[in-house]
């Protein structure tokens, strides 16, 4: 069984950074790689995918509200995932989810996952 663990959330002002670390553990890992990515719930919105690293690391995907600013890169020697963000905006703010086994649904353009860490609060203050 495949277990997720992030860290390195916190408050910060706008225009700040944060980098998030995703460590995962069991033997399975390996064969959900393939797609893993970070995602984030903001208060009241639903679940988005906001950086995922998918073909087995071959390509990334940002969503339109992050991307230039945030970037997502993989240490697969390590079982780990990260997420630095840089120019945070408050829209930043929310619960941010490492995801493994992941998917993009072409039919309404959103990503999924089965695999989920208990995620790490990014507050973001003007």
């Known amino acids: 069984q495949v277990q997720l663990a992030e860290s390195g959330g916190g408050s910060v002002q706008a225009g700040g950074s944060l980098r998030l670390t995703c460590h995962a553990s069991?033997?399975?890992?390996?064969?959900?790689?393939?797609?893993v990515g970070w995602f984030r719930q903001a208060p009241g919105k639903e679940r988005e995918g906001v950086a995922t690293?998918?073909?087995?690391?071959?390509?990334?995907y940002y969503s339109d509200s992050v991307l230039g600013r945030f970037t997502i890169t993989s240490d697969n020697a390590k079982n780990t995932l990260y997420l630095e963000m840089n120019s945070l905006k408050p829209e930043d703010t929310g619960m941010y989810h490492c995801?493994?086994?992941?998917?993009?649904?072409?039919?309404?353009?959103?990503?999924?996952?089965?695999?989920w860490g208990q995620g790490t609060q990014v507050t973001v203050s003007s």
């Open positions: 995801a493994a086994d992941c998917w993009y649904e072409k039919t309404n353009g959103t990503w999924y996952a089965t695999v």
């Open positions: 069991g033997s399975g890992y390996p064969n959900i790689r393939y797609c």
């Open positions: 690293i998918y073909g087995g690391g071959s390509s990334r």
